[in-house]
């Protein structure tokens, strides 16, 4: 239904989340009328708004992990969309938009997110720019009540049922009938599928600064999302990832299964953390498979609409506050920086001439 699915407490999507919940109060105002001479002028009674409850700790965790999800999904959407034709066979139909329940979160949190305003009910948090659920009027908030006529499931499997009752659907690529509610009224959208990169792109519950890739999965982990200085800057680490997945290096690399379990164990609430020990057994990318995953995040990046003349500058940063040395570090696993440099350089000058000319941004 959503972009790509999530596993266990982050599920149902793909690049968001429930902003928090705000509570508006609407005043009338009217012009004051004009009392009799006789009668005395009523005192004029100023009240003050009552002040806002501050968040308990877990509540302003909980508002910190839906903030941060919610950035790299945003990040993550241009790239999903203006890409499929890129990601060859890693494209399908999506209804480009996410969702989730007071479940979605580490069980810890199931109260905690209850009073953020989620319930047993899956709820849209996030819509996909350009996407089919954007132009049909799909917005953050609605509760999702049924598609194709049928209720929408609810409760703690409700993602898994609502992919298992879409799955059929979204093969047919007609537009689906979702039944929302908003503001307490009920209403039926058709809802256009939008064909899309289907590469789930994950936050990842560890410190350590590095991104990982298995073949379907970006990771980016928590402590690499707080390096970036921009959105751009993100960008350019997602899209150096969904490069790795669309050209097969874990496939070549021999490295599905054991990135694989870094990831799974990254997206648990507590993670066992000797498993980003040292470089957790993934090999080094060599040199000509980290150039081509480069060359190909550029025309990624440059038909999402994102800004390519910085590309080095981040990637030089990186290298030198967390270098090889650091085992558990983005760099040991991508060491070749000085030439990934020149490679990097020399591509960008080549898709930012296509751009100038008119010409397709395709490698």
Sequence with gaps: MLVPPLPAWQKIRTLATLAPLAILAACAT????????????????VTQA????ADNPQQAQLRELIAQQDRLYRVAAPLLTSNAQLCRGNARNLLGFTAKNKYSFPIEYAETARSLGYDERLQVTGVLPGSGAEKAGIQRGDFLMSVAGKPMPQGTDAERQAAVLLSPLVVKQAPIALGVQRNGQNSTLNVPLTYACAFSIELGNADNVNTYADGRRVLITRGMLKFTRSDDELAYLIAKDMA????????????VSTI??????LLLPHPDPTTTAGTAGIRVYPQDLDAAADTLSLYLLARAGYN??????????????????????????????????????????IVKAKQEAGKPLVP
């Design 30 to 45: 009217q012009e004051p009328g004009t009392a009799p001479a006789s009668a005395p002028a009523k005192p004029t009674v």
């Design 50 to 53: 009552p002040k806002p409850v």
């Design 244 to 255: 790795h997945n669309i050209l097969g290096h874990a496939i070549r690399q021999r490295m």
């Design 260 to 265: 694989a379990e870094v990831i799974d164990n």
């Design 308 to 349: 390519i003349d910085n590309v080095p500058a981040f990637w030089k940063r990186l290298a030198e506050q967390y270098p090889a040395s650091v085992p558990n570090g983005y760099t040991a696993l991508h060491p070749a920086t000085t030439y990934r440099l020149s490679m990097i350089d020399k591509v960008t000058q």
